[in-house]
């Protein structure tokens, strides 16, 4: 069943299943949500912008809308991926190897996280760049098997994938929303104005 049928699906059914959380008592445990509806919830939470491909001439589509709406030109992309770049390479992205100038970065990611509704990425994605000197905008394209309920589950995950040489620069972004001020709770972390283009690929 497809992300979106699950997180919206019909008013009925759940109206019939008595399940309500207005039932339940405070003392009873928690219902253990599924990791893609925990991700989203975090994740808009978390201030991310959020669309949801069934294939990938939706993902171009999406793409290209996201640029026409903040009136960024193919030009203003940076990517740091060279196989990112092919498969985005109609767009004629800049070819840069820096992000020098650049206004937003496409980028893949290790992992999204459901736990707190993050990214985790690494030096696969960003070569060995600090966020802070990453353009402030952001396009990850990830599909739905890099879904992941822990930054642990994640960890292990690209040490398996990477046994030969585990990538460094090792980071998650979490704060989706650039702010004037920043408060205590996002100090010293690096946000972003993220979109996600997340493709359901199981």
């Given at each position: 069943m497809s992300l979106f049928k699950k997180l919206?699906?019909?008013k009925?059914?759940?109206?019939?299943s008595g399940t309500g959380t207005d039932e339940r008592g405070k003392f009873m445990p928690e219902i253990k949500l599924p990791t893609d509806e925990k991700f989203t919830i975090n994740f808009k939470k978390n201030g991310g912008k959020f669309l949801y491909c069934d294939s990938l001439e939706e993902v171009y589509?999406?793409?290209s809308n996201i640029l026409t709406e903040n009136s960024w030109s193919p030009a203003d992309v940076c990517c740091l991926d060279s196989n990112l770049k092919k498969t985005f390479q109609h767009f004629k992205i800049s070819q840069k190897n820096d992000c020098i100038g650049a206004t937003l970065l496409l980028?893949?990611?290790e992992n999204l996280v459901a736990d707190n509704g993050s990214i985790l990425i690494s030096s696969n994605q960003i070569k060995e760049s600090k966020l802070n000197d990453l353009p402030d905008n952001f396009i990850v394209f990830a599909t739905t098997s890099q879904l992941v309920d822990t930054i642990g589950e994640g960890l292990r995950g690209i040490k398996k994938k990477n046994?030969?040489?585990i990538p460094t620069n090792i980071t998650t972004i979490k704060h989706f929303s650039i702010k004037e001020e920043k408060d205590f709770l996002t100090y010293g972390s690096s946000s972003k104005n993220l979109y996600l283009l997340l493709l359901e690929d199981l």
């Open positions: 919206f699906g019909s009925q059914k759940k109206d019939e589509d999406c793409f980028a893949r990611c046994r030969n040489q």
